[in-house]
């Protein structure tokens, strides 16, 4: 993987942002040189010879240097900031489409704890190394020259001594760089893992509960966050191990500049000037070297992001089948020898399934549980691909699934999921026709504001508000699975009766067990066990 291309396609909207920040950052290391030579002047110069009218002059040119160096920094945390978040949004944003135009039901399916937590944890890693460590880099770079420099002005050997210690700094930057990307990775997994756990756990509260199990639960995430918290301070002993050195390294260069500025002030071939200079010249050279040593965690850890999110974006690579199709008439579906076989499954769930939905005709799929029903929408959805054979779909779709899925929101911002230019008298019809007229008997009737997944609803008020949704949408085609399950008999009756009444020019397929709805249908597909093949019984 080439990162600095990535980072670099990555950063476009943040390019120019950048180099004002470097530029910004340059003028700090100006004014830093800047200051480092007028104190020299300062004390050799104008404290020994100068007028009371220099003294004040050198004393507000270096209290301009300090006010300039102070805005400047100002200048480069809004320029940061301001990238930062642009540069968030705009990978959050990116990622987070390729999200519905992934393939769904592979191998490489994600959990959305996980994916929450890249788009997260990993953004941030890497819009922080976008905004702030690139630009520091650049900047350190520069600052290390423009001391370097000055610092031959004054004594070239030790100059290039203390240079000496950026090979050194790379060299033992490269060795631990493998070390730590995998730490950071392991880091990144746990993260991950912990949030899967709680997005989990959070989502099937009451089931747990139900099952008396919060305390097997939460003594699960301890020993996960265990686990981080080995993974986290196995990390920070190898950081705190190779700071050390380094910190070594550098005291001791810092101490060789002392001593050496010590004897050449005695034997008079420097000023105090100078030697004031030097030492701060010194913290000049060191400073960015050790900057750039504490950048080389920050970079890894970018890499290793980078990684977690392409591995997103991979399946954005492939896309869906494109539905409608223009090879059979509108409203029109159709199947033709289809099989199918999950990626991580080890048998066909369809073979040869041959069967035509005519438009505006209304089917019924049966069949027992774990037969291929729901595989069967997800196939004619277009989700998933056949293995052999071909699907052909003549219009938009609208998919019913089964259960609650409900958003937490409104009422109607549920229901404007499927239309959002759609009017408050849609609305009502659609509710009307879904049997959900209850929804008016509510204190803030559309606008009534429900928790996650639908919360504040009973199932069977969910559902029929889900239906009512999918009765919105202007799909030509609609795909409706066990629908009326958490109903009961006689609002089931009215409710197919009110949507076959609504909508006759639509084509509908049911996937269902009750016969109510059969009776109704102008065709039952059964999908039957041992062959996997189906009948059909007009
Ligand atoms: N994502 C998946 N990966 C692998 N196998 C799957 C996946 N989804 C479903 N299956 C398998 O495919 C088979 C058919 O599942 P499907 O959900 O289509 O059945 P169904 O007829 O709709 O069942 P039910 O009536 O219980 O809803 C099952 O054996 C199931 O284990």
């Not at 099952?211 to 002993?237: A, F, H, I, P, Y």
């Not at 105090?272 to 750039?292: A, E, N, R």
């Not at 499954?345 to 369809?350: A, Q, R, T, Y």
């Amino acid at each position: 993987m080439n990162y600095i291309a990535w980072l670099w396609h990555h950063s476009r909207g943040i390019r120019f942002n950048t180099v004002v920040r470097i530029v910004t950052g340059i003028g700090q290391v100006a004014l830093g040189l800047l200051m480092v030579w007028l104190s020299r002047k300062f004390i050799d110069e104008t404290i020994r010879t100068g007028t009371a009218d220099d003294v004040l002059r050198m004393v507000l040119l270096l209290v301009l240097t300090v006010l300039g160096g102070v805005a400047l920094r100002q200048v480069g945390y809004w320029l940061t900031t301001t990238a930062g978040v642009h540069q968030s949004n705009a990978l959050r944003l990116r990622i987070f489409s390729s999200l519905f135009r992934r393939q769904l039901y592979t191998e490489q399916e994600l959990h959305s704890g996980d994916v929450t937590s890249r788009l997260v944890k990993d953004i941030e890693t890497i819009s922080s190394v976008c905004t702030d460590t690139i630009p520091q880099i650049a900047i350190t770079f520069i600052q290390l020259c423009g001391a370097f420099l000055l610092m031959r002005w004054f004594d070239a050997r030790l100059a290039w001594a203390l240079l000496l210690l950026t090979p050194m700094a790379i060299v033992f930057g490269k060795l631990i760089s493998r070390r730590l990307r995998k730490m950071t990775l392991d880091i990144r997994e746990d993260e991950s893992r912990i949030q899967m756990q709680v997005q989990e756990s959070m989502e099937h509260n009451a089931v747990l509960r139900s099952l008396g199990s919060e305390q097997w639960v939460t003594d699960r995430l301890e020993s996960m966050q265990q686990r981080l918290k080995g993974n986290v301070m196995r990390r920070m002993r190898f950081t705190v191990a190779m700071r050390i050195v380094m910190g070594c390294v550098f005291g001791l260069g810092y101490l060789l500049a002392f001593v050496w500025g010590g004897i050449s002030l005695r034997n008079g071939t420097i000023t105090f000037g100078v030697m004031t200079s030097f030492l701060q010249l010194v913290g000049m050279i060191q400073h960015p070297i050790l900057q750039l040593l504490n950048m080389v965690p920050t970079v890894i850890h970018c890499t290793a992001s980078i990684d977690r999110l392409e591995e997103l974006s991979v399946q954005d690579k492939k896309e869906i089948r494109d539905n409608p199709c223009n090879s059979v008439p509108n409203k029109m579906v159709r199947l033709d020898d289809v099989s199918f076989r999950y990626a991580n499954g080890d048998s066909e769930i369809l073979q040869h399934f041959t069967h035509q939905f005519a438009p505006g005709t209304k089917t019924a799929i049966m069949g027992q549980t774990g037969i291929g029903k729901t595989t069967l929408f997800r196939l004619i959805l277009g989700f998933i691909q056949p293995t052999s054979g071909r699907v052909e779909v003549g219009g938009n779709i609208c998919y019913v699934p089964q259960g609650n899925t409900l958003m937490s929101g409104t009422i109607r911002y549920n229901l404007q999921l499927a239309k959002p230019t759609a009017t408050d008298d849609e609305l009502r019809q659609v509710l009307h026709t879904a049997c959900a007229d209850f929804v008016f008997d509510l204190e803030d009737g559309l606008d009534t504001e429900l928790g996650e997944r639908g919360c504040g609803l009973s199932e069977g008020q969910a559902q029929r508000i889900a239906i009512a949704r999918g009765l919105l949408h202007d799909g030509d085609i609609l795909l409706l699975d066990e629908i009326s399950s958490s109903l009961d008999e006689s609002t089931e009756k009215d409710l197919y009766h009110r949507i076959f009444t609504a909508l006759p020019q639509k084509t509908m397929i049911f996937i269902t067990h009750r016969s109510t709805v059969c009776e109704l249908c102008d065709d039952i597909v059964l999908i039957e066990n041992e062959k996997k093949q189906f009948a059909s019984h007009s």
